[in-house]
């Protein structure tokens, strides 16, 4: 079936062209999975790791063919798959593995009275670490503002929309 539908949608891939088994295929990815986990795994950072395995989870979801799953074929799951991952999971955790892994430093805004010393004009060497920090809430609260009216005056059926600003308001709820 997967092959059928590859050979209409895309027949210049390997699989769908005949270059590549199913087979080879499978063992091609398995082998992707297992070496992604196991180079994270090895170098220890918790938050490549959470990285992976949450990206790995969602877009399995996406795109497995099994009950439940197959997420692409509903507009709101796969556009929560790609909006969990490209602006939550991947940001945060990079942002983490280099603060605490490769920089050592603690979870916090970064060193004021460092940047004024050494000459690096930062906004919050210039307006201070508090107001820096709520004009970024603001800008934060505004996104999601935009989003929540975006989805609630589409153009989408009603349920579409009700799924859309349900699913904001909790992610909403999560960030603060």
Same mark, same amino acid.
């Given at each position: 079936m997967l092959h059928v539908l590859l050979q209409i949608n895309k027949p210049y891939l390997p699989l769908a062209f005949g270059k590549l088994s199913f087979r080879n295929c499978v063992f091609i990815v398995a082998s992707s999975a297992i070496l992604g986990l196991g180079i994270n795994l090895m170098i220890g950072s918790t938050a490549l790791i959470w990285n992976f395995v949450l990206c790995a989870t969602l877009w399995t979801c996406y795109s497995a063919n099994l009950p439940f799953l197959r997420w692409k074929k509903n507009p709101v799951l796969a556009s929560s798959v790609m909006l969990a991952c490209w602006t939550h999971i991947l940001p945060v955790t990079y942002f983490l593995h280099m603060q605490t892994f490769v920089l050592k430093r603690p979870l916090d805004i970064p060193d004021v009275e460092g940047d004024i010393?050494?000459?690096?004009?930062?906004?919050?060497?210039? +307006?201070g670490q508090k107001n820096v920090f709520w004009i970024c809430v603001v800008l934060y609260e505004i996104a999601f503002g935009v989003a929540f009216l975006a989805g609630a005056s589409s153009s989408s059926p009603f349920w579409i929309k009700f799924v859309t600003v349900i699913c +904001? +308001?909790?992610?909403y709820k999560l960030g603060f």
């Open positions: 010393k050494h000459g690096v004009d930062t906004f919050a060497a210039r +307006l +904001l +308001l909790y992610v």
